[in-house]
C-alpha cells in the first residue's frame, strides 16, 4: 500500500513511475559517513598538509568572502600531481598554486569562503586528488560561523506555505560529494519542525534542519547531503516539504544536477 500511495502522488505531481522505484531506496551508514571520513588514496603518505583544520573567526552574512591558506607538501619520494580539487559546498572554492610537486617541495592552497546566503554553524570540506577515482589524497576542515546580516529586506523571495526561502533549487554536481544548504524564515506563527517526504528522496540524498525545531520568525537551513553511490542520479529530483498547509506541489524543493 505504501508503494502505491508513493506512485499515486508522483502521478498527481507528474512524475513519471519508472523513476519511483528509483527514489525508494535507503542509504546505508557507510556511505553517510563517507562525506565526513573519506577513505585516503596511497599519495596520502607524501601530501602533507601545513594546516588540516581551519577554524574561521565568526564573520556577518553581509560580510565580503574570507580567503585563507596553508601550504601543501610532498614528503614522499615521487612527484605528485594535483588532478583536481573539490569542495562540499558552492560557498567554498579552492585552488593549489601548482599541481605538480617534486619530492620536497610544497605550494599554496587557497581556500575562498563566501557567507552570502549560508547562515549558521558549519563544517565544510575540501579534498585534494591526485589519483583517478572517489578517494582524495588530502582533506582540509573549515569550520565557519556565519551570523545574519544586518539588512534581511528581500532575502526571503519565495513563498512556501507557511515559510519563506531564499531559493527554491538547490544545484550538485554530479558524481561529486557535497552539502548545500538553503535558509529559510518560520511564519506559520508556531514552532515548526520542518520535514520532509523521505521515500522520495533517492538514497545518496539526506536532509535535515538546523536547529531541528525553529520558532516562529525566526531562520531556520535545510541542510541537504549529497554523497553519490555510483549510479548517476537524474538531472531534477524533487524535495517535498511537509506541514507546510500547501499542496505537495507547491512544497517542493528542486535538487538538481549537472
Sequence with gaps: MRVLAVIFLFMVMGISTENVRAQIRILPREALEAVDSPRLSKDSSSLVLGERH??????????????FRTDISNIGGYPVDIRRISTTCSCVTASAGKTRLMPGEKTILTVRYDPKGHMGR???KVFIYTQPGNDPSAVLNLSVAVEGGSDKSGLY?????SIRLRSSEVLFR???RAVETLNFINLSG?????????MFLPGDLKFETRPEVVEHGEEGVMVITYDPSGEMPRKEVPLIL??????????????RFE
Design 54 to 67: 581551519i577554524k574561521a573567526a565568526p564573520m556577518r552574512e553581509d560580510a565580503s568572502p574570507a580567503t
Design 122 to 124: 558549519f563544517e565544510h
Design 157 to 161: 523571495q519565495v513563498q512556501m506555505g
Design 174 to 176: 554530479a558524481g561529486e
Design 190 to 198: 508556531r514552532p515548526l519542525k520542518l520535514e520532509c517526504e523521505e
Design 242 to 255: 511537509k506541514g507546510l498547509g500547501t499542496a505537495p506541489s507547491k512544497s517542493t524543493v528542486k535538487i
